[in-house]
């Protein structure tokens, strides 16, 4: 079943929701426990991941300009086209993420590159990707912890669309408290905690409100359309590519990572997810 918005088609499964939201707790659960030893040497599978790696590399060579947020946002789509991330992937990021200047990668056809530096930025992306907590230890707890998790949300739309489960999971508690007689309040108080982490302008606050409207989109779908539409229409964000697929889309026409400091895309402009994924380095 597809649930469209601003012509922007978003897939949800609805007859494993119940499964989902009991599952979906276990998501990015491991961390650091299972990283290997930073030696400053990586691996990437084969495909767009080893596509992507090669592209960057080509880019850096020619600008000698540390990779950015931008880059990082690109290889981070890549390496999540198969929906998961590989050990040897998660070793890379990591390789990415620390203080080496340059990682040493050995490709799926055997070939050596020196992959190339990233700013703080790129860097602190890759980290975030590479060892993500239990996002319970993120959930309302800071600024920086919210807007870690519409980051993180924003590397692929994998991970998105694990990230707007995690939200339903603890929306749906609240809508399950909420009828008529109170007034729908406990969903409405906790979308308002929640939305009040990403109520200023920029890309990842346009996507920390599309995590909640997306996951409140996913309860409403699950309950036949019983969720009142005031209680959450009013936090979908501006007519902007706020998610990681829409984003990608856009490469079709920069054949670059959009500047994610505001919106850039005008209504009716943003093209439904069903039609083809071109990445720069791979084209259609």
């Known amino acids: 079943m597809a649930l469209r918005q601003n012509g922007i088609g978003l897939k949800v499964i609805n007859k494993r929701f119940v499964a989902i939201l009991a599952s979906v707790l276990m998501a990015f659960s491991t961390g650091a426990s299972c990283a290997q030893e930073l030696d400053g040497v990586a691996q990437v599978v084969e495909g767009n991941s080893a596509k992507a790696v090669q592209f960057l590399t080509d880019q850096f060579a020619q600008s000698n300009e540390p990779l950015n947020w931008q ?32 990682v040493m990668v050995t490709l799926g056809d055997g070939s050596e590159i020196e992959f190339p530096p990233g700013d703080e930025q790129a860097k602190y992306i890759a ?7 239990n996002l319970n230890e993120w959930w309302l707890v800071d600024q920086t912890a919210m807007s870690n998790l519409a980051i993180v ?13 995690f939200f339903a999971s603890k929306f749906y508690v609240a809508w399950q408290e909420s009828n008529i007689g109170n007034g729908y309040k406990p969903i409405r108080d906790l979308l ?73 895309a005008k209504p009716g402009e943003t093209p439904d997810i069903g039609a083809v994924v071109c990445l720069p380095f791979v084209g259609c």
């Open 127 to 133: 980290g975030l990707l590479a060892d993500t907590p």
């Open 192 to 264: 308002v905690q929640t939305y009040q982490f990403y109520d200023k302008e920029g890309r990842i606050n346009y996507s920390g409100r599309g995590l909640i409207f997306d996951a409140m989109a996913v309860i409403n779908d699950h309950v036949n359309d019983a969720v009142p539409s005031f209680i959450y229409n009013w936090i979908e964000p501006k007519p902007a590519p706020y998610r990681p697929y829409d984003r990608l889309l856009e490469t079709q026409h920069e054949q670059q990572a959009p500047d994610l400091s505001g919106a850039t």
């Open 153 to 165: 949300a924003y590397t692929g739309d994998a991970a998105w669309n694990r990230i707007v489960n």
């Open 71 to 102: 880059n990082t946002f690109l290889l981070t789509y890549a390496l999540w086209q198969d929906n998961r991330l590989e050990p040897i992937e998660q070793d890379f990021l990591r390789e990415f993420a620390s203080a080496n200047p340059s």
